[in-house]
């Protein structure tokens, strides 16, 4: 059992940055994939980002490569999501989930994730 909290959504205004947390406890850290997907009102669950806890491997989705990086401090069990030039359309309540990893960050993300936060809330604003 894995329990994850995020902290760090708030409103910004376009081109601005933030940076969300997301902090994990109650099983082995290390077998774990951390990600983020976000959901926004009337749209689709997006997969944006996952980090390896293993072995470092790392998944962006194309709306967010170059913009957004993942990292974590296994010390902490902290995963971070650092988001930067961010844009109108990155408004969502952004979700942290962990699966075991099996390999690839994006399967895990996609298809492999067992517990999920509560969710964080970014607006951005234009």
């Known amino acids: 059992e894995v329990q994850l909290v995020e902290s760090g959504g708030g409103l910004v205004q376009a081109g601005g940055s933030l940076r969300l947390s997301c902090t994990a406890s109650?099983?082995?850290?290390?077998?774990?994939?951390i990600g983020w997907f976000r959901q926004a009102p009337g749209k689709e669950r997006e997969g944006v980002s996952c980090?390896?806890?293993?072995?470092?491997?790392?998944y962006y989705a194309d709306s967010v490569k170059g913009r957004f990086t993942i990292s974590s401090d296994n010390a902490k069990n902290t995963v971070y999501l650092q988001m930067n030039s961010l844009k109108p359309e990155d408004t969502a309540v952004y979700y942290c989930a962990a699966g075991y990893y099996s390999g690839s960050p994006q399967w895990v993300l996609n298809y492999g994730m067992d517990y999920r936060g509560k969710g964080t809330l970014v607006t951005v604003s234009s």
């Open positions: 980090i390896s806890i293993t072995d470092g491997s790392t």
């Open positions: 109650g099983s082995a850290f290390d077998d774990y994939a």
